[in-house]
């Protein structure tokens, strides 16, 4: 089952920005299109002053790469454009080749769920350079977001200490697809349920809800308004009780309550949506308690994130579960996680490979050459650092790769001294490969993983992050660094090009 097919039902091909297709039909024009390229999709800086991101995204973008193809109604479209001469933008031959264009890339990529830190590509882009390039827009736009709203999530579900975190922000979110893919982001992240019918529908993601308060508006008073739902849905009765005043409210949830249990049936608790909650959540609490419901949860909203819920954890609130909407779906302190797309490498008219960098006075753009692996350490169950590789100066026995639950002695990269360290990697410390084969030669080679798993992924990789790392505010730097060889082509070619030469280097061999 496609996702984006049931929700979309036709090409998303067009889902780019026109210079991808401009630069695709210079490619084309100067016959470089089919020369073998490598992108890699990263980011810069950790989001909402953190000290990690939570990959997300994959699986959309697998569904979206299974689908590329351009449909008629596409390349009817393109052959509208017109240059500043009025003449036609593409020539009728090249969208003739888009119709017939089969992808053929390899694509290797970070696992949903993982924890990741700027530079580290996410998803690496190996084949035709016209169609590596096709791509770049559409994976940003699905990475970024979701790992975002990930990110967001496991921050809030780690401030939230093992309480249960539901999402429902869908009324608030950028639009129809940034709803549904927040919502499968959130869950990726650690939410436990979302409100969200047609993620829960189209992701498998449990369901939340009740009512609202135009609910107890309705009816003339609180009191009738719960025993009316409480009729009409007595297995699913968590009041909302600050309509008019909340202490009133939790006490009309008790008194139906009780009618309840009478029934056969158990009041499941109350929310609070408003005031002081956690001076609220303990009175609340307390009635519950001495009224004979201390099974009753006490759900809190009211635009809450993860500062709020720790500030109202340290003042000793009574909250079980934890309603966030706003500021989960829309990131609402970070618009963008800030991904990007660069080449690494590009063949030349003889197919030999060719390191590229990009220079910057800006020192945080400056890329990285090569075809870049990811490699990470660890000590038992603890996460060490990373090292970044380059797959092209490397051996095959160097860069092969290692199923992430595999153990395997360090190798050449061991004993590197990375950022942050005092001390270099043990040489006993065990090693993991972290890009995993996604596309082989168009062909999809992943078996993707069910989306509780990639959740419950996310929870383990925290749990593996030092916890300095994991701080809400000011966390310690997680150590990432680069591999001996690759700094030392860093360094080369920034000398060669500021000597006047190229920010390229010919590698010493293809890419396995």
Request: with cysteine.
């Amino acid at each position: 089952m496609s996702i984006l097919a049931d929700v979309y039902g036709h090409s998303l091909a067009l889902l780019t920005d026109l210079y991808q297709l401009t630069m695709a039909y210079g490619y084309w024009k100067s016959g470089m299109a089919g020369r073998r390229a490598v992108f890699h999709l990263s980011f810069r800086q950790n989001p909402f002053q953190g000290g990690f991101a939570v990959c997300c995204g994959l699986g959309t973008a697998i569904e979206f790469i299974e689908r590329f193809r351009f449909e008629r109604s596409d390349l009817d479209y393109l052959g509208t454009l017109r240059g500043a001469d009025d003449g036609p933008l593409f020539e009728r031959a090249f969208l003739d080749d888009l119709a017939r264009l089969e992808f053929a890339c390899d694509v290797d990529a970070m696992a949903e769920g993982t924890v990741v830190f700027p530079r580290e590509p996410l998803v690496r882009v190996t084949g035709p350079l016209l169609q590596c390039q096709l791509l770049e827009t559409p994976l940003l736009n699905i990475v970024n977001f979701q790992t975002l709203i990930a990110t967001k999530a496991a921050r809030i579900c780690m401030a939230a200490e093992g309480d249960r975190v539901i999402e429902f922000g869908l009324r608030r979110a950028q639009g129809i697809d940034g709803g549904i893919s927040a919502s499968r982001a959130a869950y990726v992240g650690g939410c436990a349920g979302t409100s969200n019918v047609i993620a829960g529908q189209l992701f498998h993601i449990p369901v939340a809800g009740t009512h609202a308060h135009s609910w107890v508006m309705t009816f003339d008073d609180e009191y009738e308004s719960f025993e009316a739902y409480a009729k009409a849905m007595p297995n699913n009765c968590t009041f909302l009780v600050d309509t008019y005043d909340t202490l009133d409210g939790v006490h009309n949830a008790v008194a139906i309550g009780r009618r309840l249990r009478a029934a056969g049936h158990e009041l499941l608790g109350v929310r609070l949506d408003s005031g002081d909650l956690a001076a609220l959540s303990r009175q609340a609490r307390s009635i519950l308690d001495e009224a004979g419901f201390p099974k009753a949860r006490i759900v809190a909203s009211n635009d809450l994130d993860e500062r709020q819920i720790a500030s109202l954890k340290r003042r000793g609130a009574r909250i079980d579960v934890w309603g966030v909407g706003t500021k989960l779906v829309t990131a609402f302190d970070q618009a963008a996680l800030g991904g990007v797309y660069k080449l690494g490498a590009v063949q030349d008219a003889d197919g030999a490979w060719v390191h590229r960098i990009k220079r910057s006075e800006q020192p945080i753009k400056v890329t990285l050459p090569g075809k870049l692996g990811v490699r990470r350490y660890a000590d038992g169950n603890a996460y060490l650092g990373d090292v970044l590789y380059d797959g092209l100066t490397m051996n095959a026995e160097e860069t092969g790769y290692q199923e992430p639950t595999g153990s395997a002695s360090p190798g050449p990269l061991g004993g590197a001294l990375l950022p942050d360290r005092s001390d270099p990697i043990p040489h006993s410390a065990t090693t993991t490969d972290m890009l995993v084969p996604v596309f082989r030669n168009g062909r999809a080679v992943y078996d993707r993983p069910a989306l509780g798993a990639s959740r419950a992924r996310t929870r383990d990789e925290l749990n593996r992050l030092p916890p300095g790392v994991r701080a809400l505010d000011d966390p310690r730097p997680y150590p990432v660094g680069l591999d001996s060889r690759l700094q030392e082509l860093k360094s080369r070619l920034i000398a060669a090009h500021a000597k006047g030469g190229s920010c390229s280097s010919s590698a010493s061999r293809p890419p396995s």
